[in-house]
């Protein structure tokens, strides 16, 4: 009798990379937060977009740039990966366009920050976001729906 067995990543994920308890309570409540509006939050990608925005004294900086955002869903996320020995997260822009969206919600949103709009527009750009990462009504998509057939 063989057991099946389930392939293992051959990396950790980020999310069990230890961090201070006030970025993990940052990151529990961005995460209940997303839950409870319906946004999509990987535990992964948020884990990292916050250790990359995560000050000396263990606190999250709440100041976010276009090029802050362009950086942490490229160069900068991979090389802090590499330095954990943990694998980059799938769709960091997804995770991020809802963080952006949770600061933006609860007024945290640092000061010196860009404009919401630009934030968002920038995240947007990333590609695998452009699919993913705006709500849409089901009735829009392509190819979706049933055939609409007359009662006789």
Not at 12 to 19: G, I, L
Not at 44 to 53: E, K, Q
Not at 131 to 148: I, N, W
């Given at each position: 009798?063989?057991?099946?067995?389930?392939?293992?990543?051959?990396?950790?994920?980020?999310?069990?990379?230890?961090?201070?308890?006030?970025?993990?309570?940052?990151?529990?409540?961005?995460?209940?937060?997303?839950?409870?509006?319906?946004?999509?939050?990987?535990?992964?990608?948020?884990?990292?977009?916050?250790?990359?925005?995560?000050?000396?004294?263990?606190?999250?900086?709440?100041?976010w740039t276009?090029?802050?955002?362009?950086?942490?869903?490229?160069?900068?996320?991979?090389?802090?990966?590499?330095?954990?020995?943990?694998?980059v997260p799938?769709?960091?822009?997804?995770?991020?366009?809802?963080?952006?969206?949770?600061?933006?919600?609860?007024?945290?949103?640092?000061?010196?920050?860009?404009?919401?709009?630009?934030?968002?527009?920038?995240?947007?750009?990333?590609?695998?976001?452009?699919?993913?990462?705006?709500?849409?009504?089901?009735?829009?998509?392509?190819?979706?729906?049933?055939?609409?057939?007359?009662?006789?």
């Amino acid at each position: 009798m063989s057991q099946a067995t389930t392939p293992r990543s051959p990396r950790p994920r980020a999310h069990t990379v230890v961090q201070p308890p006030g970025l993990r309570r940052h990151r529990r409540e961005v995460a209940r937060w997303a839950l409870a509006h319906g946004h999509p939050a990987r535990r992964d990608a948020l884990a990292v977009l916050t250790a990359l925005r995560t000050t000396a004294d263990g606190a999250v900086d709440r100041r976010w740039t276009v090029e802050l955002v362009d950086r942490a869903t490229g160069d900068a996320a991979v090389s802090w990966c590499d330095r954990h020995g943990v694998s980059v997260p799938d769709d960091l822009a997804t995770t991020l366009a809802t963080y952006l969206r949770y600061l933006s919600a609860t007024r945290s949103l640092g000061p010196g920050s860009d404009p919401i709009a630009a934030l968002r527009r920038s995240a947007s750009i990333t590609s695998p976001t452009r699919d993913r990462s705006r709500a849409r009504h089901p009735a829009r998509a392509t190819g979706s729906l049933a055939p609409v057939l007359p009662i006789s």
